[in-house]
C-alpha cells in the first residue's frame, strides 16, 4: 500500500470530504519532499509503518498511532529547537476538524512530543517511539547510511558545531539505561544499537 493510499484509508474514517483529504495528502507531501531532507523524509514513514503493521495488534489504537507517524516529522528544519512541538501544533490544528474527539488530539499530541524526549509510560505511545528509533539497531551498513544522510540534512552547519551537537545525542542514548521501551524492542535491537551509536561516536574526532 503506498503512503497516499494508506493516507486516504485511514483519514476516510474522520471526514467525508474526498477533496479535503485530498488537499490535507497534498500539503503532507509537500512537506516531507522539501528539498533539505534527506532522512526525514516520506522514507522514513513508509519505514516506520513497515514496523507499525508488523505490531499492529500490540496497539490499543492503531488509528491514533497511525496520524502521530503521518505527522511527527511534518515540520522540520535544523535550525529548529521546536520540530516536534511545531509538528504536535500543526497536526492539532489539521486534525481538529475531523470527527477525532478532544481525547483522541490529546493522545495523538503527546504521541508526537514523545518522539522529542524519548521517554514515555503508556503503551501505545513506547511502541511510537521505538518505530521511530529502530534505525538505531539497523545493520551496521544501513546505521552508517542513516547517519550519512542525517549529516547531508545539516550540510549547512560547520563540521565542527555538528559533530559537537552529534556527539551529545549519542551520548544521550548511549548513557541511558535502554534505548527501547518495548521488551520486543530491546531483545531485537538494544544491543546492535548500542554497538552502532559507539562506533559513530568513537569515529567523531574531539570537539
Known amino acids: 500500500m503506498t503512503l497516499k493510499a494508506r493516507f486516504i484509508n485511514l483519514t476516510s474514517s474522520y471526514i467525508n470530504e474526498n477533496q479535503s483529504i485530498e488537499l490535507l495528502w497534498n500539503e503532507l507531501e509537500s512537506h516531507y519532499t522539501e528539498p533539505h531532507r534527506t532522512y526525514h523524509n516520506l522514507t522514513h514513514l513508509e519505514e516506520l509503518f513497515g514496523y507499525f503493521d508488523t505490531y499492529k495488534k500490540e496497539l490499543d489504537k492503531p488509528d491514533l498511532v497511525a496520524f502521530p507517524i503521518f505527522y511527527h516529522d511534518i515540520i522540520y528544519g535544523i535550525w529548529n529547537k521546536k520540530n516536534e512541538e ?119 574526532l574531539p570537539v
Open 86 to 204: 511545531d509538528s504536535a501544533e500543526k497536526a492539532l490544528n489539521v486534525l481538529k476538524k475531523t470527527s477525532l474527539s478532544t481525547d483522541d488530539l490529546t493522545t495523538i499530541e503527546s504521541h508526537i512530543l514523545a518522539t522529542k524526549t524519548h521517554n514515555a509510560f503508556l503503551k501505545d505511545t513506547q511502541w511510537m517511539i521505538d518505530f521511530d528509533l529502530a534505525i538505531l539497531g539497523s545493520p551496521i551498513a544501513r546505521y552508517n547510511l542513516y547517519s550519512q544522510l542525517i549529516r547531508k540534512e545539516y550540510r549547512k552547519v560547520p563540521t565542527f558545531l555538528y559533530k559537537k551537537g552529534r556527539k551529545k545525542m549519542l551520548k544521550h542514548f548511549l548513557e541511558k539505561p535502554f534505548i527501547y521501551s518495548t521488551i520486543t524492542f530491546r531483545e531485537l535491537y538494544e544491543k546492535q544499537s548500542k554497538v552502532n551509536l559507539q562506533k559513530e561516536l568513537d569515529s567523531l
